[in-house]
């Protein structure tokens, strides 16, 4: 009974925002940047050589566009932050972004890219977080010569949303693969947690040295609760696999202390943290029917090309084994935008970040 109220109450959730997103039509701000992996590829993957890609059937069944390289059915959560910031079209990726399009911002996002430069090397090629900002750099520069005034770029690039979501890929395809990667027999769990942050904190001084001004900075989802983490591991039983929650625990634990410094040592920007862990609690998902994912999957989590999904795509939290559906997207933005809980971002979400 308590899992039919709890999908009952998501679903009025969803047809809620859906409402929300038709009535917005002017953009809050004049950009909007995006920074990540998988959670926020819109095509970046395509060109790489590389097995994290979805530029296959059956991801993008339901979106406009059709199959893009999103890892998903339809929409991203950043997608939809984007409709909800009243943006008309998809930020386009950075890979075939063009030149009358990089005003209205450019997304980074690559599948299976970490904060560390290794992390996701065993599935091939993939723009690293540091990649990511080089060609954030190369974008900004751009812009620059398209505007031909770097007073007003500058004062332009500091009005834009940017959205950093980065970091589960160095626990699922760095830290958790002992047999690829030696990172989890150098670090304990707190090392690895705390020189992540440290290298978190310095790509964020990057970014902010680019220009950004407004940065919304996601804290990682209860990565043990997935399908897929779930297959991988022993759960003894349990709805998610706990060890994993606890490995990531130690780098989530970091991140508001890290945003409050980055606030008082740099007074004319605006960090934020959006509380992935709150937001999507995926140890109730976790017991939910709902569960599993829509489309049948390889051993990486990925959707088997050509695959037949589930019918009835609304009802599913994932898509794939560690990726959620546009429903589950949906979920995500809707409270990224608007905090229903003072424990979902602080000391912002994105509708008051964007009127700073």
């Given at each position: 009974m308590a899992c039919k109220i709890s999908l009952l109450f998501f679903l009025l959730m969803v047809l809620g925002f859906?409402?929300?997103?038709?009535?917005?039509?002017e953009p809050q701000v004049p950009c909007y940047f995006i920074f990540g992996d998988a959670l926020v590829d819109s095509g970046n993957n395509n060109g790489l050589v590389t097995r994290?890609?979805?530029?296959?059937?059956?991801?993008?069944?339901?979106f406009p566009q059709g199959v893009t390289g999103r890892f998903t059915n339809g929409r991203t959560y950043a997608d939809i932050v984007g409709q909800l910031l009243g943006f008309p079209n998809f930020i386009p990726p950075y890979a075939t972004v063009?030149?009358?399009?990089?005003?209205?911002g450019v997304n980074y996002g690559s599948g299976d890219s970490g904060i560390r430069e290794e992390t996701g090397s065993h599935m091939g090629d993939r723009f690293s977080l540091?990649?990511?900002?080089?060609?954030h750099e190369a974008i900004v520069s751009r812009l620059s010569s398209l505007q031909r005034n770097k007073t007003f770029t500058n004062d332009y690039l500091k009005k834009c949303i940017y959205n950093v979501n980065i970091g589960s890929d160095d626990y699922i395809?760095?830290?958790?693969?002992?047999?690829?990667?030696?990172?989890?027999?150098?670090?304990?769990?707190?090392?690895?947690?705390?020189?992540?942050?440290?290298?978190?904190?310095?790509?964020?001084?990057?970014?902010?040295?680019l220009g950004a001004?407004?940065?919304?900075?996601?804290?990682?989802?209860?990565?043990?609760?997935?399908?897929?983490?779930?297959?991988?591991?022993?759960?003894?039983?349990?709805?998610?696999?706990e060890s994993?929650?606890?490995?990531?625990?130690?780098?989530?634990?970091?991140?508001?202390?890290?945003?409050?410094?980055?606030?008082?040592?740099?007074?004319?920007?605006?960090?934020?943290?959006?509380?992935?862990?709150?937001?999507?609690?995926?140890?109730?998902?976790?017991?939910?029917?709902?569960?599993?994912?829509?489309?049948?999957?390889?051993?990486?989590?990925?959707?088997?090309?050509?695959?037949?999904?589930?019918?009835?795509?609304?009802?599913?939290?994932?898509?794939?084994?560690?990726?959620?559906s546009d429903t589950g997207n949906i979920a995500i933005a809707a409270r990224t935008y608007k905090a229903i809980s003072p424990l979902d971002a602080s000391p912002y979400d994105i509708s008051h970040l964007a009127k700073l």
């Open positions: 859906i409402q929300q997103v038709v009535m917005l039509v994290a890609k979805a530029n296959y059937t059956p991801y993008g069944i339901d063009t030149d009358e399009q990089i005003s209205t540091s990649r990511q900002l080089r060609n395809n760095n830290y958790l693969m002992p047999n690829n990667y030696n990172t989890s027999k150098v670090y304990t769990t707190d090392q690895f947690g705390e020189v992540l942050v440290q290298q978190y904190s310095q790509q964020l001084k990057t970014l902010y040295n001004r407004k940065i919304a900075v996601f804290s990682l989802a209860l990565i043990g609760c997935t399908p897929t983490e779930i297959a991988r591991f022993d759960n003894k039983g349990r709805p998610c696999v994993i929650n606890d490995a990531i625990k130690p780098f989530n634990d970091r991140l508001k202390p890290l945003v409050d410094r980055l606030n008082q040592e740099n007074i004319d920007a605006s960090f934020t943290l959006i509380n992935f862990t709150n937001i999507v609690p995926l140890e109730t998902v976790a017991r939910l029917p709902i569960n599993v994912p829509c489309c049948q999957v390889r051993e990486d989590g990925q959707c088997i090309p050509n695959s037949i999904p589930c019918l009835v795509r609304a009802l599913s939290v994932f898509y794939d084994g560690l990726h959620p």
